[in-house]
C-alpha cells in the first residue's frame, strides 16, 4: 500500500479537464507545501510537471495546474489532449523523517 | 541541459549487492545545496525513492530501505554512487538517478534514463 492515495485510474474526452487527487497526512501532504506531481509514458522516465503544490517548470504548458485543500492535493489537466494520456503520480516531503512519498499512481486515459 | 546516466550491472545474484553509478555530464555535481536523488520503479509498480546524497557526502534515506543502503559522491568524476546490499527479488527494478528542481527541494526534475536491475541467480 502506497504511503500516499491516488485513484488507480481517470479519464475524460479531448477538451475536457480532469481532476486528480493524492491523499496523505498532515505529516505529509497537509504539513507542507512540498507536492509534486509527475507524468510518466510507459518504458521513459517521469517528467515533472508540478512542484510545490501549484508551480510549473519551464516548458510544462499552464493546461497543468496544482493545487491543495488539507491533506488533499490534487492535479489538474486542462484541455485534454491525446497525448496527456500517462501515467500520473504525486509525491510530497514528509516530516516524519520519511524523506519523499510517492503515491501509487493514476492512469489517465483520454477517451 | 544537465544530463545523468545510470550505468552498472543489469543482473545481481539474490543476497548480493547492487551498486549503480550516475554520471552526470553538461554540469557540475558540486553545485551547492542539491541533493542527488536514487528512485526506482519494480515492473509495473509505483515509484519509491531509495535516497539522497549532497555532494559534500551527507545523505538521508527512505527508512525502509536504511539499513541496506549507502549512497556515495564522488566529485572528481562528477558521478555519485548507489550500493543496496542483501538484495532479494523484491529489488528487482528500474533505477533512476535524478536532481531536484532547486536547491532544497524535493521535486525530481531532470532524470537519468533508468536502468534495470535484476536480481536472480
Known amino acids: 500500500q502506497s504511503a500516499l492515495t491516488q485513484p488507480p485510474s481517470a479519464s475524460g474526452s479531448p477538451g475536457q479537464s480532469v481532476t486528480i487527487p493524492c491523499t496523505g497526512t498532515?505529516?505529509?501532504?497537509?504539513?507542507?507545501?512540498?507536492v509534486s506531481w509527475y507524468q510518466q509514458y510507459p518504458g521513459k522516465a517521469p517528467k515533472l510537471v508540478i512542484y510545490?503544490?501549484?508551480k510549473r517548470p519551464s516548458g510544462v504548458p499552464d493546461r497543468f495546474s496544482g493545487s491543495k485543500s488539507g491533506n488533499t492535493a490534487s492535479l489538474t489537466v486542462s484541455g485534454l489532449q491525446a497525448d496527456d494520456e500517462a501515467d500520473y503520480y504525486c509525491?510530497?516531503?514528509?516530516?516524519?523523517?520519511?524523506?519523499?512519498?510517492f503515491g501509487g499512481g493514476t492512469k489517465l486515459t483520454v477517451l | 541541459q544537465l544530463q545523468l546516466q545510470e550505468s552498472g550491472p543489469g543482473l545481481v545474484k539474490p543476497s548480493g549487492t547492487l551498486s549503480l553509478t550516475c554520471t552526470v555530464s553538461?554540469?557540475?555535481?558540486?553545485?551547492?545545496?542539491?541533493?542527488w536523488g536514487w528512485i526506482r520503479q519494480p515492473p509495473g509498480k509505483e515509484l519509491e525513492w531509495i535516497g539522497s546524497?549532497?555532494?559534500?557526502?551527507?545523505?538521508y534515506y527512505n527508512p525502509s530501505l536504511n539499513s541496506r543502503v549507502t549512497m556515495s559522491v564522488d566529485t572528481s568524476k562528477n558521478q555519485f554512487s548507489l550500493r543496496l546490499r542483501s538484495v532479494t527479488a523484491a529489488d528487482t527494478a528500474v533505477y533512476y538517478c535524478?536532481?531536484?528542481?532547486?536547491?532544497?527541494?524535493?521535486?525530481?526534475?531532470?532524470w537519468g534514463l533508468g536502468t534495470l536491475v535484476t536480481v536472480s541467480s
Open positions: 535524478a536532481r531536484p528542481v532547486a536547491p532544497n527541494n524535493d521535486a525530481f526534475h531532470i
Open positions: 553538461r554540469g557540475s555535481i558540486s553545485t551547492s545545496r542539491y541533493y
Open positions: 509525491s510530497s516531503y514528509s516530516g516524519n523523517d520519511m524523506g519523499v512519498l
Open positions: 546524497v549532497h555532494y559534500d557526502g551527507s545523505t
Open positions: 510545490e503544490v501549484f
Open positions: 498532515n505529516s505529509d501532504v497537509g504539513g507542507y507545501n512540498y
